[in-house]
């Protein structure tokens, strides 16, 4: 319709052109002119409807989920084939209505719309009728869904339509509608009559699926309040790592990592170089001494972290004084005990009850010296593991 | 076509329509979801700011008394006031500090209860509401900050303020542990109120030595 006429079968089908669908022996006005509200009022030639049938459904929303009823007298339409369309009645607004004259310009002018060749702001206008139902036969080469032309909107009540449970979408709905409007005839209407709506059966409540809403908003609770406590409990284990304890007997060695620890702790009152202490304190000589046991001990010669506890649970500060690792790794033997010389000052009567923990560091430092490339290149290709692991020495 | 079942004048009574909601319904709904929003915005201006959020547990007390916290405890064996402070250098040098206001020195001591731990810069409540940190004209480590609080005994060192003369009355110390890297939320802290009112401020002030010798380190 715009620009040159072409066949109406053409493969693509033109969504802005109002389709002229109806046969050439039945010529009728364009879509646009077509007064929906006053050509076809379905409520005087339907049968009365029944209130308790269609109580509360809004006239509007019978065009799109259920088929539109059918005035009586007409003859049923050729199966198989979506009713002609027609411009619903909304369409009229005098926006919509310009929009023909300006797409028909270019084009033929259709032979029976000589009113409508512009808009021109003038007295109302009156429009002959338009055939929308039964839809017109269009022409046999259309293909099927060509016309997106949709449904007038009907005022009447819908169709009744079977119950399936559950399907209440828009779409089915329309499906329905365009095949039961084909097929539907003036006898279909006769269920809404006031005597076979009272004698039906009760009607069933709607489904209120208390189990399903009650399930959601637990779930929904659950989620919104567990989502970050988890958060928190893992940024606090970020920081404080569930400690696996790995207790050594008096004396003995503790093997983590490839490396031997042995502790050994003295007691003193005095220490050379340090300021006198309280009457009631103790100073602890600790001597912690780590033996690689082969290369991926060395690898992991990182300085330990050392505490001092009390089985109650109370701490004690520790400062290494000296180690005897080897600067350069070349010097660091495999076999061979390094020592950590460590002091604490504790309270006197916990002196002898005190024990060491030794946390070894996870670091693992390369055995050759690196350059940056290497560096950057191992940079995460190691997982960190957290340092949770505790050697407890026994006294 | 096949949608079209004998079925249907059955079936057709036993359906009904969802009312569709009316005007005083909807208008309700309406209310409804206003009402909601408007408690939403007012329970926030309820809940507590970032500083709340992340404020230290007080626990309070008075000179001389021991203030319990849940990981230390404190107290204040004297308050002086004095106009300049003396310390020894890290060279043996003396180091004087001096103020157009008045240094307030507060002998504080300290015990941990159960791990080592060290104090933050002790802050000064005063009367008018402002907080003061602890001096830096003080080498920190003549103060209570630098040793550990340990189990087991009471470690005393100073805390050093310089304010002015007039925002002596009614103020009080706070102390609390050093924060790490990452922040600690809800740190103990305990404030002392070191018992200035008006009349033993200006007596403080009036009989202010001219300078405090700090105690070097022991």
Not at chain 1, 351 to 375: C, N, Q
Request: proline share 13%; net charge positive; charged share 20%.
């Amino acid at each position: 319709m715009t620009g040159t006429p072409h066949p109406e079968n053409e493969g693509r089908p033109d969504w802005f052109t109002p389709q002229e669908n109806r046969s050439p022996a039945e010529p009728r006005p364009p879509a646009e002119t077509w007064p929906a509200g006053e050509t076809w009022p379905p409520a005087e030639s339907s049968p009365s409807p029944t209130p308790g049938a269609h109580s509360g459904r809004p006239p509007a929303s019978g065009a799109h989920t259920g088929p539109p009823p059918v005035p009586g007298g007409r003859p049923p339409m050729p199966e198989n084939r979506p009713p002609a369309p027609a411009r619903p009645a909304p369409a009229r607004t005098p926006g919509r209505r310009r929009e023909a004259p300006r797409r028909r310009s270019g084009g033929t002018p259709p032979p029976q719309a000589p009113v409508d060749a512009g808009w021109t702001p003038g007295p109302r206008r009156t429009f002959s009728d338009e055939q929308v139902w039964p839809p017109v036969p269009k022409p046999a080469g259309e293909p099927p869904g060509a016309s997106t032309q949709p449904f007038p909107a009907v005022p009447g009540p819908p169709l009744p339509r079977p119950v399936t449970p559950g399907v209440l979408g828009a779409g089915s709905g329309a499906a329905t509608g365009t095949g039961t409007a084909a097929e539907a005839v003036p006898g279909d209407r006769a269920p809404a009559t006031p005597g076979e709506a009272a004698a039906a059966a009760p009607v069933p409540p709607p489904r209120r699926r208390t189990a399903l809403r009650v399930g959601g908003a637990v779930l929904a609770v659950a989620v919104a309040m567990g989502i970050p406590t988890w958060h928190g409990y893992v940024f606090y284990r970020s920081g404080n790592p569930a400690y696996q304890v790995h207790t050594v007997a008096a004396g003995g060695t503790g093997t983590l990592m490839n490396v031997a620890w042995k502790v050994g702790v003295e007691q003193t009152d005095s220490l050379p170089g340090a300021r006198p202490i309280k009457a009631d304190q103790r100073w602890l000589k600790i001597k912690v001494t780590r033996t690689s046991l082969n290369t991926e001990g060395v690898i992991r010669r990182g300085d330990p972290e050392i505490k001092v506890k009390h089985p109650d649970g109370r701490a004690w500060q520790t400062e290494v004084v000296d180690r005897s690792l080897p600067v350069e790794v070349k010097d660091h033997k495999v076999g061979v005990g390094y020592d950590y010389n460590v002091v604490s000052l504790v309270p006197e009567q916990v002196a002898g009850e005190v024990e060491v923990e030794v946390l070894p560091s996870t670091i693992r430092v390369p055995l050759e010296e690196e350059s940056v490339e290497d560096l950057f290149k191992r940079a995460g290709t190691e997982k960190t593991e957290p340092q949770d692991q505790v050697l407890l020495f026994r006294r | 076509m096949s949608t079209v079942t004998p079925a249907r004048p059955e079936t057709a009574a036993g359906r009904r329509a969802p009312a569709a909601p009316g005007r005083w319904r909807r208008a309700g709904v309406l209310a409804a979801g206003a009402a909601l929003a408007v408690a939403a915005v007012g329970l926030q201006t309820t809940g507590l700011d970032r500083e709340a959020r992340t404020a230290h547990l007080t626990w309070t007390g008075g000179v001389g008394d021991q203030v319990s916290a849940s990981r230390f405890s404190a107290r204040v064996k004297a308050v002086h006031v004095a106009k300049a402070v003396e310390s020894a250098g890290l060279d043996g040098k003396v180091e004087q500090a001096t103020t157009s206001g008045v240094f307030v020195i507060a002998e504080v001591e300290a015990t941990a209860n159960r791990e080592p731990q060290k104090f933050g810069t002790p802050a000064l409540l005063t009367g008018d509401g402002r907080r003061y940190a602890a001096t830096d004209k003080v080498d920190a480590s003549h103060t209570i900050t630098n040793p550990f609080i340990q189990v087991g005994w009471w470690v005393g060192s100073v805390a050093v303020f310089e304010v002015p003369a007039a925002a002596l009355p009614g103020s009080r110390l706070v102390l609390a542990p050093r924060n790490g890297f990452i922040g600690e939320a809800l740190l103990p802290e305990v404030e002392i109120d070191l018992g200035f009112d008006e009349a033993t401020a200006g007596r403080l002030i009036s009989n202010a030595k001219d300078v405090y010798q700090l105690a070097s380190k022991k």
